[in-house]
T-cell receptor, first 113, second 115 residues
């Protein structure tokens, strides 16, 4: 079972920041937080990951609370193309060969004009 | 190749027939994963190959499902005696420990429809 809890859906106005929350209260010390998104009819796409420090890349920022029990994915200026299902996943290890990803139901983000 | 390639992109088959779905992972990726996604649902893990190790088959839903990975590269997922509930998008992903935090690269999937 997925170890994360996310809201089922969220709306965001185009050009505004989208803040997607995720609860992972049972996260272990060696588990990373990963975010993927799935645009309609495509395979999931990696966005960002982190262990305990906040992270930023060209796509998004990831804010992890100090106790690591929750995190927020931030899309700073959402566009219509960011409409997708966003998955928050916790898993052991770093890199791509540490076992399968367990996907929950994710958050359906709808960016509206 | 530059990405994970899956074929066919769409497959319609009659109930009771066998189907084979193919996945070409990114060259050099040692790990390969199969997932399926039923309409409106999340991704369901099926099977995981890592190098020469025995595959993790814990997600296969029944003995009608099997998969192999030849030469550590291409993988084939076989569904025997297909049923209507097998209709879903079958997604393949590959990864390498050398990809660091970028994790997994997914293909676009094979949409299987059993009629």
């Amino acid at each position: 079972d997925a170890k994360t809890t996310q809201p089922t859906s969220m709306d965001c106005a185009e050009g505004r920041a989208a803040n997607l929350p995720c609860n992972h209260s049972t996260i272990s010390g060696n588990e990373y937080v990963y975010w993927y998104r799935q645009i309609h009819s495509q395979g999931p796409q990696y966005i960002i990951h982190g262990l305990k420090n906040n992270e930023t890349n060209e796509m998004a920022s990831l804010i992890i609370t100090e106790d690591r029990k929750s995190s927020t994915l931030i899309l700073p200026h959402a566009t219509l193309r960011d409409t997708a299902v966003y998955y928050c996943i916790v898993r052991v290890g770093y890199g791509g060969s540490q076992g399968n990803l367990i996907f929950g139901k994710g958050t359906k983000l709808s960016v509206k004009p | 190749g530059a990405g994970v390639s899956q074929s066919p992109s769409n497959k319609v088959t009659e109930k009771g027939k066998d189907v084979e779905l193919r996945c070409d992972p990114i060259s050099g990726h040692t790990a390969l994963y199969w997932y399926r996604q039923s309409l409106g649902q999340g991704l369901e893990f099926l099977i995981y190959f890592q190098g020469n190790s025995a595959p993790d088959k814990s997600g296969l839903p029944s003995d009608r499902f099997s998969a192999e990975r030849t030469g550590g590269s291409v993988s084939t997922l076989t569904i025997q005696r297909t049923q209507q509930e097998d209709s879903a998008v079958y997604l393949c992903a590959s990864s390498s420990i050398r990809t660091g935090g970028n994790g997994y690269t997914f293909g676009s999937g094979t949409r299987l429809t059993v009629v």
